[in-house]
């Protein structure tokens, strides 16, 4: 089946530094989404993605589609404290409703 | 908007026991999907459903899983008998097409956490 592959597994980074992680696929998207997970609660859409090349911000957050269609990355600049969670990627390749494939996730971690 | 609501957010069960998991989507979607999480193998589809018809059901573990929706308010997730290996987060999430294009982008709820002994 289709597989999502996330990279890094973790993240180690001080209070400041810029963030960036992706995704890769074999297999052709039209649609990529990154979320964020905190614990205890289920994951929070941040950015979606439609369209081969375009890159979209949210505040600190900028996420661009891959122009092959195969791959997405999240940037997150100037990271703080409350950035800490589970970043997941997913992304489906119907137009319409479709169930999500989804990355294993990179763990965010700061260190003030 | 409330968002998606899940309920009971957490369930601890004695094996064998049925289980079922409820949701309400966030009014105005017309796509449900419910998914499990695991450590093991993360967020997998297990059903989704759009306008209230099971369009996909064949990420559903066994029979013993089964799911409905009688309306577009609401859906159920069952499992019955249930065994210790279903213990896991089970999400439901809902669906709307945003973005100008009719591309589809889901709303996970809080979860259920579920734990069978």
């Known amino acids: 089946g289709q597989q999502l592959n996330q990279s890094p597994q973790s993240m180690f980074i001080q209070e400041g530094e810029d963030v960036s992680m992706n995704c890769t696929s074999s297999s052709i998207f039209n649609t990529w989404l990154w979320y964020k997970q905190e614990p205890g609660e289920g994951p929070v859409l941040l950015i979606a993605?439609?369209?081969?090349?375009e890159l979209t911000s949210n505040g600190r957050l900028t996420a661009q589609f891959g122009i092959t269609r195969k791959d997405s990355f999240l940037n997150i600049s100037a990271s703080i404290p409350s950035d800490v969670g589970i970043y997941f990627c997913a992304a489906h390749s119907g137009g319409g409703a479709d169930g999500l494939t989804f990355g294993k996730g990179t763990h965010l971690i700061i260190q003030p | 908007d409330a968002g998606v609501i899940q309920s009971p957010r957490h369930e601890v069960t004695e094996m064998g026991q049925e289980v079922t998991l409820r949701c309400k989507p966030i009014?105005?979607?017309?796509?449900l999907f419910w998914y499990r999480q695991t450590m093991m193998r993360g967020l997998e589809l297990l059903i989704y459903f759009n306008n209230n018809v099971p369009i996909d059901d064949s990420g559903m573990p066994e029979d013993r899983f089964s799911a409905k929706m009688p309306n577009a308010s609401f859906s159920t997730l069952k499992i019955q008998p249930s065994e210790p290996r279903d213990s896991a987060v089970y999400f439901c999430?809902?669906?709307?097409?945003?973005?100008?294009?009719?591309?589809?982008?889901?709303?996970f709820g809080p979860g259920t956490r579920l734990l069978v002994l």
């Open positions: 009014s105005g979607h017309n796509s």
């Open positions: 999430a809902s669906g709307t097409r945003t973005g100008g294009t009719g591309q589809e982008t889901q709303y």
């Open positions: 993605l439609y369209k081969a090349g």
